[in-house]
């Protein structure tokens, strides 16, 4: 629902889009580091782990990143890690806090950071999928502006193949944790009454878009296809979900689902009686096609993107971009429809999707601009 920390952690842990929930950075041009800028979650907005407290399970709240934990200040107790710990360490001690409350109702939200920069995996997994040149700025960035990428070619490609593999081996690091996590609560005879939810606040690009965006888009910063929260292509808005336990029976989805989503599917399969309203569903009741929304930008212009099925719009307006994706034929993003005469009639198929109140809304949230 966002393509950074702050606005998608609060839309996961409220299951409203951030143009309701309101833990957004304001202003026309936004930058991370301008802190006066940061909004609050809405004083009326209740996050899951208030609600489950309220029903009388214990709560833990651990984060390896400290924006993780902003959207719930000042209502959990977080344990936040002064330094970027390994998963395996926020893990282990999830665990041993679990073990004392197996037999209670509990709540707990473990945030890993490993992939967030420094990427720095156990020596064991730093080779995985194959040796990583030991380069200056390996573990951060490095070629974050498009003219070093373009001026300095072979070099650039070297550090991309190396950081792109660097990733990978610490993100198998992730896996193996998260694995053996599942497994010890197996072994504590708690899984047939755990809903376990593993997903990801964003994604990352690496390069995936740069010189699409050193040509239409503004960057505070004068990077260009590194990292996350600068815009809304889908190797950043698009994550994992994976759920496990006692949950509903169902085949696999074969369509986009929100992590507005996971609160309700979360309430549902608890059968909590409420009257909250929610902008996600319950995705065991979901069938596709209906609109999901990205927005909330950290760095740059405010950017959305709508996504219906195939089809997908960004939309920058402070840009200049209105731009229209069909993902079934370009996956990857590389070839927006630009021309007047295509997107508009890609943005009224769009818009036939769309229906009622939901049609209403989702246009207000791209900005009062009709699709």
């Given amino acids: 629902a966002s393509p950074w920390t702050y606005p998608s952690v609060a839309t996961l842990l409220t299951g409203l889009y951030p143009h309701n929930h309101k833990a957004v950075i304001a202003g026309s041009t936004k930058y991370l580091d301008r802190f006066e800028n940061f909004r609050k979650l809405g004083e009326r907005v209740l996050t899951l782990p208030e609600a489950l407290f309220l029903l009388g399970y214990e709560t833990y709240f651990a984060s390896a990143i400290w924006l993780a934990h902003w959207p719930v200040r000042y209502r959990v107790v977080p344990q936040v890690y002064d330094q970027l710990p390994k998963a395996g360490l926020i893990l282990d001690n999830a665990a041993r806090w679990i073990h004392k409350r197996r037999h209670k109702p509990f709540f707990a939200y473990l945030h890993l950071g490993d992939l967030h920069q420094p990427l720095n995996p156990p020596d064991s997994f730093r080779s995985f999928f194959g040796k990583v040149k030991d380069l200056p700025n390996i573990k951060t960035w490095d070629f974050v502006k498009r003219q070093q990428q373009v001026a300095s070619a072979r070099e650039f490609e070297e550090y991309r193949e190396n950081r792109e593999l660097l990733y990978d081996n610490t993100l198998r690091y992730v896996d193996s944790v998260i694995e053996r996590f ?3 609560l197996e072994a504590e005879g708690i899984m047939d009454s755990t809903i376990l939810v593993v997903t990801a606040d964003h994604g990352e690009e690496l390069w995936d878009h740069a010189e ?8 505070p910063r004068g990077a260009s296809g590194v990292g996350h929260g600068h815009n809304v292509f889908n190797e950043i808005i698009e994550v994992p979900l994976l759920m496990a336990g006692p949950l509903p029976s169902c085949r696999t989805p074969d369509h986009y689902v929100s992590l507005a989503d996971v609160v309700p599917t979360i309430a549902d399969v608890l059968g909590i009686r409420h009257s909250m309203k ?20 950290a760095y740059g212009h405010e950017k959305k993107a709508l996504i219906i099925g195939r089809r997908k719009v960004i939309y920058s307006p402070d840009d200049g971009v209105l731009w229209a994706f069909d993902l079934a034929d370009d996956p990857k993003e590389q070839d927006p429809i630009t021309d007047s005469r295509t997107t508009s009639a890609l943005a009224r198929e769009l818009s036939r999707i769309l229906a009622g109140d939901e049609r209403a809304r989702v246009r207000r949230a791209i900005g009062g601009r009709h699709l």
């Fill in 278 to 297: 929610f902008d996600g569903r319950n995705i065991f009741r979901d069938h596709g096609e209906r609109p999901l929304l990205s927005e909330a930008c």
């Fill in 182 to 184: 599942y497994y010890r």
């Fill in 212 to 219: 699409l965006e050193a040509g239409n888009f503004y960057d």
